[in-house]
């Protein structure tokens, strides 16, 4: 008896807490099957994960290779090297033609140590956050596993899959919200807001009391019309923002945020105990970065021309139906005509084409099996090979 209460003793400390029930971030197991396939000699198109193919810039890797024979690699400040984070205030200036406090700016490691510090300085327990659906799972995770609410509100064709500061205060009616959550350009959709639009939901959110976070990882990557900043619209709006895309730099893990004047502090006492610093050789070559303009814009047209890959070549494989894919590198495509799971779907894809792609469950629990999402971060022959391999597989 004594030693079957230990037993049962010894279970319960190894059981994991109810905050570490978040669902998986289910396109890092598609990767680890596409990498399965590819270990027994398989060749993957890999359309799953929105990871840039480009190394980072030349001068990020120049900068690291000589802060590196120097030897010496320290902690830096909490918020961040100080020439870092005026670089980045400057390119605020330079993109946006807006000026930012380099006080104000908080680097992180990469969006996701972004958006722990932006929880963790403006929600307490049990806030109800809205962020919007479809849209990037973490958003929703980690304010479960802070304890907070995430609040899902539905976005259609008509509002281009963007929020409008209705439907955020129809919810804010609902319950009362403490904060909301969007990006421009849109992961998975690829959709954007336009800057009034933005101005406007930004408005409706700010009078009523509702705390804004932008999410604009994805600046840079824009195609239909130019990408507008929450810095440039509000001083209360936290921004959230990373090296990981535009500058190909995601292992890097580097970001950065633009922070409310009263929240420097709080965000500077939580990097200082929950990280100490970013990683400073990454800071230093992030810094480098911004001087690999020429590179970066190269990329982009490259994505440009994937998109436009996809675009025509989809409808011819039997995918028509898909959102207008303004920035970033996604298609959100529309599978119901050939299935109501699209997570077999796009197992079976992945198996019988080895093509990779995400399926719309990880973005949209509500009418995510009717989607899946194809990231056209790779090369143009990539994408080429993709659609030919897809057509031959729905016919």
């Known amino acids: 008896m004594l030693d079957a209460t230990v037993g049962e003793r010894a279970r319960g400390l190894l059981q994991a807490s109810g905050r570490s029930d978040v669902p998986p971030f289910m396109v890092m197991d598609v990767m680890a099957a596409a990498d399965r396939i590819e270990a027994a000699g398989g060749h993957v198109i890999h359309m799953e994960v929105g990871q840039p193919a480009a190394p980072a810039p030349g001068t990020a890797i120049e900068a690291a290779r000589l802060a590196l024979a120097q030897g010496r690699i320290d902690y830096t400040s909490a918020l961040g ?86 439907a955020l ?41 509702i705390r804004f976070i932008s999410d604009e990882i994805y600046h840079g990557l824009d195609y239909a019309f130019p990408a507008a900043t929450a810095a440039e619209l509000s001083p209360h709006a936290l921004v959230i923002n990373s090296f990981s895309k535009y500058f190909c730099m995601t292992g890097w893990r580097v970001g950065w945020m633009v922070v409310p004047e009263p929240l420097v502090r709080p965000v500077e006492r939580l990097q200082q105990n929950l990280a100490i610093s970013v990683p400073t050789l990454s800071q230093i070559a992030a810094e480098a970065a911004f001087d690999g303009r020429d590179e970066m814009e190269a990329i982009k047209r490259g994505y440009l021309e994937n998109r436009r890959i996809l675009i025509e070549g989809l409808p011819a494989a039997g995918l028509t139906k898909f959102l207008p894919a303004d920035g970033a590198f996604y298609l959100y495509a529309d599978v119901s005509d050939f299935t109501s799971d699209s997570l077999a779907f796009a197992r079976r894809m992945l198996e019988e084409t080895h093509v990779a792609s995400t399926s719309g469950v990880d973005f949209d629990p509500i009418h995510g099996r009717n989607f899946i999402r194809f990231s056209y971060a790779r090369s143009a022959d990539d994408m080429r090979e993709a659609v030919t391999r897809i057509a031959r597989w729905l016919r």
């Open 81 to 166: 090297m100080p020439s870092l984070r005026r670089r980045i205030a400057r390119h605020y200036g330079e993109a946006y033609g807006c000026a930012v406090d380099p006080e104000r700016i908080v680097v992180t490691t990469g969006s996701s140590g972004g958006f722990i510090l932006a929880f963790l300085s403006m929600f307490e327990l049990g806030d109800r956050v809205a962020v919007t659906v479809p849209g990037y799972p973490p958003y929703r995770h980690i304010l479960t596993a802070l304890g907070c609410e995430p609040v899902l509100i539905e976005t259609s064709g008509e509002t281009r899959h963007a929020l409008t500061g209705e």
């Open 169 to 209: 205060l129809a919810a804010h009616r609902k319950t009362p919200l403490k904060g909301v959550l969007v990006g421009s350009p849109a992961n998975p959709t690829g959709t954007m807001m336009s800057r009034e639009a933005l101005a406007s939901l930004i408005a409706a959110a700010e009078s009523n009391g």
